[in-house]
């Protein structure tokens, strides 16, 4: 089991399952974020398991309310396109072995599926609103990345999609 922490969240791998945090990738960082083109965005995780590699993106507005100004869809939609993009680039000329491997199994895989988990906070107030629609969030993603993935992801902690090799625990504390 491979185990992950993104902020105050702690993704849990199943086994078969390889993961990776994307972002903390040497070749992400030192050869392809500021490369072809400067300020290359990138998805927060990678996965794969079986026959469908995961690229996810977590977004925890629990603590910190949003303050981009564009559109979270439009963000995402511009990750998964760099990652993609970083991704092939990565398996002929990243440094690090692991990285340039995953990079390969990633892009062999025969699906791949997009995924938002985004916690906000419980209750809505007019201090901290719940200021993102998951499902309009998911039908915009769907409208963007329908030739990636004709059916992405938006989940939290306590609606996790059938079918994802993992789970995802809140860190104490964190």
């Known amino acids: 089991m491979s185990v992950i922490r993104e902020g105050a969240l ?28 400067r300020d290359n965005k990138a ?3 990678l ?12 977004k925890d507005y629990r603590q910190h309310a949003r303050t981009k100004v564009v559109d979270l ?3 995402i939609a511009i990750k998964v396109r760099d990652t993609l993009a970083g ?18 199994a990633i892009l062999r895989k025969k699906t791949v599926r997009i995924v938002c988990h985004i916690e906000q906070p419980a209750k809505a107030s007019r201090l901290r609103p719940r200021v993102i629609e998951p ?19 938006v989940m939290d902690g306590n609606s996790v999609a059938a079918g994802v090799p993992w789970y995802v625990t809140q860190i104490r504390g964190g």
């Open 10 to 37: 702690q993704f849990n791998f199943g086994a078969g399952s390889q993961a990776s945090k994307y972002d903390d990738w040497a070749f992400y960082r030192n050869q392809f974020q500021n490369g072809c083109y």
């Open 43 to 45: 998805v927060d995780l």
């Open 47 to 58: 996965c794969h398991s079986g026959n469908a590699a995961w690229l996810i993106e977590v």
């Open 73 to 75: 869809a439009d963000e």
């Open 87 to 104: 991704l092939l680039a990565a398996q002929v000329r990243a440094n690090d072995s692991d990285e340039k491997g995953c990079a390969r």
């Open 135 to 153: 499902d309009k969030l998911q039908l915009k993603l769907r409208s963007l990345l329908k030739a990636i993935d004709p059916h992405p992801m």
